[in-house]
C-alpha cells in the first residue's frame, strides 16, 4: 500500500501532466470547482472529519500554473469556506473569537503554501531558463535548439507545413581572435547574435551551437520564402560586420523540409553538411536544399513539391555576393 507522500506525489504528478500548458480559465475553473467540492465534503462529513488538508490541493494548482495571485486567492476562498462549512455543520466553540482564530491559522498555512510554492516555481523556471540560454550571446544553446527543433516537427505533423533549417558559420573569426583576441571574439559573437534574433521573426529560433556556429529554425517558411528571407538577414549580417570593421563574412546552409522529417537528427545533418559545401566551395556564400528523407508518419506535403529521396538533401540553389 502507498504511503502518503508517496500518494501526494502521483497526485501531483497526474496534476502536472492534466493542467501542465493549459490556459489560465482551465486553472481556475478546476482550483474553484475543487474548493467547492471539499467544502461539500467537510459540511457533509460535519465537524468530527476534517478536511482542511484537502483545501492545499485547489491552492497549491492555482499556485504553481497560475501565479501568486490566483494562489492567494484561493487560499482566501479556501479559509473561508472552511470557515462557512463548519459554521453550517453546527461547529461549537467556547468563544467566537476561537473560530475566527482557527480560520485564520488555516488561512496563514494556505498563504505559507502558496509563498514557497510561487518562489520553489520561480527558482526552477529560472534554473530551466538559464540551462537553455548560452551565457555570451543569449541565444537559445543547442540544447534547447534541440527541444524546440523537436517540438516543431511534432507540430508539424500535427498541422502539415514545411520548416527550414538554416546553419550558419563565421568565416574568418578565427583571424579576428588571433588578431584582436578573443574579447573582440565574443563581442563578434554578441552582434550576430542581437542581428540575427533582431532580423527574425517571433516564432523563429536562433541558437548558438558552439564556437562560431550558429542556427536558425524557420517554422512555416517553404524553400521559396527561404531564398527571399536569408539573403536579406546575411546583408544585415555583413552591415553590422562592416560597421565595427571586422573581417567576417558568413557561410549559410539552409535545409527545407516540406513534412516533417522522420528523424530531426538527419536534417540537422544536412543542413550542416550543406554550410560545409558552401565552406568547401569558397565561403561567404548560401546554399540551399530540400529534404529528401522519410517524412513522420501523419506527414502530408506542403508547399514545395518533395523531389526524389536520397541520401542527401536536393540541392535546389546557392546564393553568394
Same mark, same amino acid.
Request: proline letters at 4%; a negative charge.
Given at each position: 500500500?502507498?504511503?502518503?507522500?508517496?500518494?501526494?506525489?502521483?497526485?501531483?504528478?497526474?496534476?502536472?501532466?492534466?493542467?501542465?500548458?493549459?490556459?489560465?480559465? =482551465?486553472?481556475?475553473?478546476?482550483? /474553484?470547482?475543487?474548493?467547492?467540492? %471539499?467544502?461539500?465534503? &467537510? *459540511?457533509? +462529513? @460535519?465537524?468530527?472529519?476534517?478536511?482542511?488538508?484537502?483545501?492545499?490541493?485547489?491552492?497549491?494548482?492555482?499556485?504553481?500554473?497560475?501565479?501568486?495571485?490566483?494562489?492567494?486567492?484561493?487560499?482566501?476562498?479556501?479559509?473561508?469556506?472552511?470557515?462557512?462549512?463548519?459554521?453550517?455543520?453546527?461547529?461549537?466553540?467556547?468563544?467566537?473569537?476561537?473560530?475566527?482564530?482557527?480560520?485564520?491559522?488555516?488561512?496563514?498555512?494556505?498563504?505559507?503554501?502558496?509563498?514557497?510554492? =510561487?518562489?520553489?516555481?520561480?527558482? /526552477?523556471?529560472?534554473?530551466?531558463? %538559464?540551462?537553455?540560454? &548560452? *551565457?555570451? +550571446? @543569449?541565444?537559445?544553446?543547442?540544447?534547447?535548439?534541440?527541444?524546440?527543433?523537436?517540438?516543431?516537427?511534432?507540430?508539424?505533423?500535427?498541422?502539415?507545413?514545411?520548416?527550414?533549417?538554416?546553419?550558419?558559420?563565421?568565416?574568418?573569426?578565427?583571424?579576428?581572435?588571433?588578431?584582436?583576441?578573443?574579447?573582440?571574439?565574443?563581442?563578434?559573437?554578441?552582434?550576430?547574435?542581437?542581428?540575427?534574433?533582431?532580423?527574425?521573426?517571433?516564432?523563429?529560433?536562433?541558437?548558438?551551437?558552439?564556437?562560431?556556429?550558429?542556427? /536558425?529554425?524557420?517554422?512555416?517558411?517553404?524553400?521559396?520564402?527561404?531564398?527571399?528571407?536569408?539573403?536579406?538577414?546575411?546583408?544585415?549580417?555583413?552591415?553590422?560586420?562592416?560597421?565595427?570593421?571586422?573581417?567576417?563574412?558568413?557561410?549559410?546552409?539552409?535545409?527545407?523540409?516540406?513534412?516533417?522529417?522522420?528523424?530531426?537528427?538527419?536534417?540537422?545533418?544536412?543542413?550542416?553538411?550543406?554550410?560545409?559545401?558552401?565552406?568547401?566551395?569558397?565561403?561567404?556564400?548560401?546554399?540551399?536544399?530540400?529534404?529528401?528523407?522519410?517524412?513522420?508518419?501523419?506527414?502530408?506535403?506542403?508547399?514545395?513539391?518533395?523531389?526524389?529521396?536520397?541520401?542527401?538533401?536536393?540541392?535546389?540553389?546557392?546564393?553568394?555576393?
Amino acid at each position: 500500500m502507498a504511503s502518503i507522500p508517496e500518494l501526494t506525489e502521483r497526485l501531483f504528478a497526474a496534476l502536472d501532466a492534466r493542467l501542465d500548458g493549459a490556459e489560465e480559465p =482551465v486553472v481556475w475553473a478546476v482550483s /474553484l470547482v475543487t474548493i467547492g467540492l %471539499i467544502g461539500v465534503l &467537510d *459540511y457533509v +462529513t @460535519g465537524v468530527d472529519a476534517s478536511f482542511a488538508l484537502f483545501y492545499l490541493v485547489p491552492v497549491s494548482m492555482a499556485a504553481w500554473w497560475i501565479g501568486g495571485g490566483a494562489g492567494f486567492a484561493c487560499s482566501v476562498l479556501s479559509a473561508a469556506t472552511w470557515f462557512l462549512a463548519n459554521d453550517l455543520a453546527g461547529a461549537q466553540y467556547t468563544s467566537g473569537f476561537l473560530s475566527i482564530w482557527n480560520t485564520g491559522i488555516r488561512l496563514a498555512f494556505f498563504l505559507v503554501t502558496t509563498l514557497l510554492l =510561487v518562489r520553489v516555481h520561480n527558482m /526552477l523556471t529560472r534554473e530551466q531558463s %538559464i540551462s537553455r540560454i &548560452d *551565457y555570451l +550571446t @543569449g541565444a537559445f544553446n543547442v540544447r534547447a535548439f534541440h527541444e524546440i527543433a523537436e517540438a516543431e516537427c511534432l507540430r508539424a505533423t500535427r498541422y502539415p507545413q514545411p520548416l527550414t533549417l538554416a546553419y550558419i558559420d563565421l568565416d574568418g573569426f578565427k583571424n579576428i581572435n588571433d588578431r584582436y583576441g578573443h574579447r573582440v571574439g565574443d563581442k563578434v559573437l554578441q552582434v550576430v547574435a542581437q542581428t540575427l534574433r533582431a532580423g527574425v521573426r517571433r516564432p523563429d529560433t536562433v541558437a548558438r551551437l558552439g564556437g562560431d556556429e550558429f542556427a /536558425l529554425l524557420l517554422p512555416q517558411t517553404d524553400s521559396v520564402s527561404a531564398q527571399i528571407f536569408l539573403p536579406r538577414l546575411r546583408d544585415e549580417l555583413l552591415t553590422a560586420m562592416r560597421r565595427n570593421s571586422w573581417r567576417v563574412t558568413f557561410s549559410i546552409g539552409a535545409l527545407t523540409c516540406p513534412t516533417a522529417p522522420a528523424a530531426l537528427s538527419d536534417a540537422v545533418s544536412e543542413a550542416d553538411e550543406l554550410m560545409y559545401e558552401v565552406k568547401r566551395s569558397g565561403r561567404d556564400a548560401i546554399r540551399y536544399g530540400v529534404y529528401a528523407g522519410p517524412a513522420r508518419l501523419g506527414d502530408a506535403s506542403v508547399g514545395i513539391p518533395t523531389p526524389e529521396k536520397g541520401n542527401g538533401p536536393a540541392v535546389t540553389s546557392a546564393a553568394g555576393t
